[in-house]
């Protein structure tokens, strides 16, 4: 090891984000490599993200997990694999601190600790083991010394874990290209822009249910690809087009044509859900709603003022093109869904507290004074309070961190949870 005995603890911390794709992958043609059956294209999301330390000494007995704070097991082989492939790119590594040198190859025999927390709900349809995977991957190749043997070698190491975890690892725009060996090694993520690209793009997330969903994606993907036509019809001849088009889209930040996508390959994805035999149902009457909301003001406009996207879960990812129109999105969802009326405002609506303030939203009472929105004059309009969890207003993010020792979810001394 370079230091003898057994009372050390070498440990890292990282940071990395979710993601919500606005192309959707669905359905996998390798299930244990996780290749999927098309590309995808996804945003980095600013204050949803995974927090993760792992940690190394001599002294551990077994490789642990705790998630959350409840100890979970490790033993799953998208743990294992995650492990093992970090592992077998180490290099030597000198902890600055301590002068501590632990070899390349001892890092094989030593046991592993992970602690992770996610600031938003798990398994609820918002990427947290996106999130939770790349933290993972990142964290353990910065302890291991790992290198890349190719550009984006990383990334398709966290795809193991979780598929679109292979985005979370880069801000922005990404990319998740499927590849086409049989290895997986091209299956990769590559980022299309940075997130300072289109800095003026506002996501607002309406948290319907942080409920755990009642099928989980790996299961309904492999539902999907054995009984639904129209997912293979999708992949084939609709996705390879329209990643092309959303490209355009981003790089020339084209709202409208971003809109346009981003709702048409959100619809497509459900409908694929409900093309599967027994059909799955992720989306419910406040989701429909939500999309109501939307489609509606964009008709009154007569261009696209907002976005909407939802993956494996009730929960909606809307966008806005700028602070001003996310103003009104902002206005439109609080005059539609309000909050309980003992709410704690600061407690519904978490993130990026400018879009508050643009909005003009302090207290409760101020939500019950918003005006009827144009396009919902003349309507009896269904007004019931807490339908909605909570908001949360975010950006465009930044990929995966290294953060410094004050972050340790784990005792720096035993390498347990403080």
């Not at 619809?267 to 489609?295: K, W």
């Not at 405002?345 to 400018?354: A, C, E, H, W």
């Not at 009896?380 to 465009?396: A, F, H, M």
Request: overall charge neutral.
């Amino acid at each position: 090891m370079g230091i003898g005995g057994n009372d050390w603890v070498l440990m890292k911390t990282a940071r990395a984000p979710s993601n919500i794709a606005v192309i959707k992958y669905w359905g996998k043609r390798d299930e244990k490599l996780i290749l999927p059956i098309n590309s995808s294209i996804s945003v980095t999301l600013d204050y949803l993200f995974a927090t993760t330390t792992v940690a190394v000494s001599p002294s551990f007995t077994s490789n642990r997990l705790w998630l959350n704070g409840k100890e979970v097991s490790m033993e799953s082989e998208r743990y294992k694999n995650c492990l093992q492939q970090i592992r077998s790119r180490a290099t030597d590594v000198v902890d600055e601190k301590t002068g501590l040198v632990v070899k390349k190859e001892a890092w094989k025999d030593l046991y592993v600790h992970v602690s992770s927390r996610n600031n938003f709900p798990t398994a609820a349809g918002l990427a947290s083991s996106a999130a939770g995977f790349a933290c993972l991957v990142y964290a353990l190749a910065h302890l291991m010394g790992a290198k890349e043997t190719y550009e984006g070698e990383f990334s398709a190491i966290a795809r193991l874990g979780s598929g679109s975890a292979c985005r979370s690892l880069y801000g922005g725009f990404v990319k998740w290209n499927m590849g086409k060996e049989d290895s997986g090694s091209d299956s990769i993520a590559t980022q299309i822009v940075e997130k300072d690209h289109w800095k003026d793009l506002v996501i607002i997330i309406a948290v319907v249910s942080s409920r755990q969903k009642e099928t989980s994606s790996t299961a309904g993907m492999q539902t999907s690809v054995k009984t639904s036509p129209l997912l293979h019809h999708r992949a084939k001849a609709i996705v390879p087009k329209r990643i092309e088009q959303m490209e355009e889209a981003i790089l020339n930040r084209d709202f409208p044509a971003f809109s346009k996508l981003t709702c048409a390959d959100s619809n497509q994805f459900h409908a694929t859900c409900l093309d599967t035999s027994p059909p799955i149902f992720y989306m419910n009457d406040t989701s429909r709603r939500l999309i109501g909301l939307v489609e509606k003001w964009n008709a009154q406009e007569g261009t696209p003022q907002a976005a909407y996207t939802f993956d494996a879960g009730p929960n909606a990812v809307l966008f806005a093109p700028n602070n001003e129109v996310a103003k009104s999105l902002l206005q439109r969802i609080l005059y539609l869904f309000p909050p309980a009326a003992d709410a704690d405002i600061s407690k519904y609506v978490i993130g990026d507290q400018s879009i508050m303030e643009l909005a003009g939203i302090k207290t409760t009472q101020d939500i019950e004074s918003l005006p009827t929105p144009i396009e919902w004059s003349g309507f009896d309009v269904p007004r019931t309070k807490g339908e909605l969890g909570y908001l949360i207003c975010s950006r465009p993010g930044q990929g995966a961190v290294v953060l410094d020792e004050s972050a340790h979810l784990l005792d720096g001394a035993t390498g347990f949870p403080a």
